[in-house]
């Protein structure tokens, strides 16, 4: 069984992309939703517009119906255009047709706007609704609003509301196509704006959330440290680990760990938060000693067999407090990391560790890990049963471990970087 623990850790960078992630999402749905609703809102005004233009060409023509249908003949028509083009009223007007209540056409070319529309907006003009298309486009397909004539076509009817007939016109549509699109142009910048400032002030509200998140989890993880260095000074009073000691194993695994990152079959599985994790909790490794007669732990000589067998206790012990607190908590945390390194660290890769005699892969990594830490740091420190080994020494010590003791792979990783080894013994040194 492979065993390399720290399943519930996270990805690295993953608390980094947040931000990034939502403020493209949050971007993303604000210029969809804008654009939308720009569309929606220009096309809205454009309509209302247009249909205000009609009912007032309608209210000013409604006087002239009656005189329309009594002559018969074009006469009164063409008395109508030409005052209409006199007054400047309607400039852009190139056509006018009329119909009755019926749909009969009574003035106006043949064919008025039939096939020059894309449907017919005469039987709902006859309906009594204003009613207006544009013309074919002159392109078979372009962006933008309408290019076509303007044909309205606008319901007649007298005081009591019953219909008298339909009055048409063909509208040129430069004009107030220009004013529509000025209107459409100044709709989409307010939208535009308006969605902006929305963007602003959600990515600032999150923003600032998230900054109160970080900063609570990061002083969270800091109480965690403080309370993890805590605990693990309390097997440092009764041994002759000292606080020098925890520290230099936190420095050891980091770079063992971080320099394991780059190997090809931990690369998937060791991240930034895992090296963290590891870090911070490698002083809680022997916390088990507390409960370890001080008889045996200050022994100046060599130790009994049976008193041997009291002091490999302290890996199991150490789990037990570790993991006692662990089930308290109802959501995964780096105890459970603490709980396998505590408990495994002095397994063997040959086996013939304890407490479990694991063997090899089956060792968790922590562990392995933690292992090579300890000992390199042991050697090099004095004990009430031992002189302190050179760096160079401790270095032949721990190659010859390799592939008994010790993980070889994490052997030759701690091989080539035993400087940095050196370095943080020195800077931190007993
Ligand atoms: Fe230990
Ligand atoms: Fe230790």
């Known amino acids: 069984m492979s065993s390399l623990t720290g399943k519930t850790m996270g990805r690295p960078g993953r608390e980094g992309n947040v931000l990034v992630q939502f ?25 209302h517009v247009i249909r205000m233009h009609g009912s007032f060409y309608a209210l000013s023509l409604s006087p002239n119906f009656d005189d329309l249908l009594a002559t018969g003949n074009g006469t009164e028509f063409e008395a109508l255009k030409s005052g209409l083009e006199s007054a ?13 209540a019926t749909g009969k056409q009574l003035f106006g070319p043949a064919g008025f706007h ?41 319901p007649i009817k007298d005081a009591a509301g019953r219909m008298k007939g339909v009055i048409s016109l063909r509208e040129s549509d430069s004009a107030l196509a220009g004013d529509l699109d000025e209107a459409a142009r ?28 970080r900063t609570a989890a990061e002083r969270l993880r800091q109480s965690q440290e403080s309370i993890i260095f805590a605990m693990s000074s309390l097997s440092g009073l009764r041994d002759q680990e000292t606080g020098g000691h925890l520290e230099r194993c936190k420095g050891y695994v980091r770079i063992l ?34 409960g370890i007669d001080d008889a045996i732990l200050r022994k100046p000589g060599k130790l009994t067999d049976e008193e041997y067998e009291a002091m490999k206790k302290h890996s199991e012990l150490g789990a037990g407090i570790l993991d006692a607190a662990r089930e308290r908590l109802s959501f995964p945390s780096q105890l459970e990391l603490a709980v396998e390194l505590t408990r495994h660290h002095h397994e063997r890769w040959d086996g013939k560790g304890y407490p479990d005699g ?24 004095e004990r009430y049963y031992k002189k302190a080994m050179p760096h160079a020494e401790a270095i032949k010590v721990m190659k010859e471990s390799a ?13 080539a970087n035993h400087s940095e080894f050196e370095a943080i013994f020195m800077d931190a040194a007993p």
């Open 114 to 154: 039939e096939g020059r529309t894309r449907d017919d907006p005469l039987p709902v003009a006859l309906g009594g609704s204003v009613r207006f298309v544009y013309g074919t486009r002159p392109r078979a397909f372009s962006f933008g609003p309408p290019r076509g004539d303007l044909f309205l076509f606008l």
């Open 358 to 381: 694991l063997a090899g892969e089956a060792i968790p990594l922590s562990a392995r890990i933690m292992a090579i830490a300890d000992v390199y740091d042991a050697l090099r420190s």
């Open 186 to 213: 100044t709709i989409a910048l307010l939208v535009a704006i308006a969605g902006c400032a929305i963007y602003a002030a959600l990515f600032l509200l999150y923003y600032r959330s998230y900054r109160r998140q």
């Open 403 to 415: 592939g008994s003791q010790f993980d070889p792979g994490i052997v030759s990783v701690f091989l």
């Open 257 to 290: 760990a971080t320099r394991l990152q780059s190997e090809r079959q931990f690369r998937s599985y060791i991240n930034n938060e895992y090296i963290r994790s590891l870090a911070s909790i490698a002083p809680l490794h022997d916390i088990g000693k507390v």
């Open 23 to 47: 403020s493209a999402f949050m971007f993303l749905v604000i210029v969809t939703a804008a654009s939308v609703l720009g569309l929606v809102l220009s096309d809205f005004v454009r309509s």
């Open 88 to 100: 400047g009223g309607l400039p852009h007007v190139k056509d006018l047709a009329v119909w009755d």
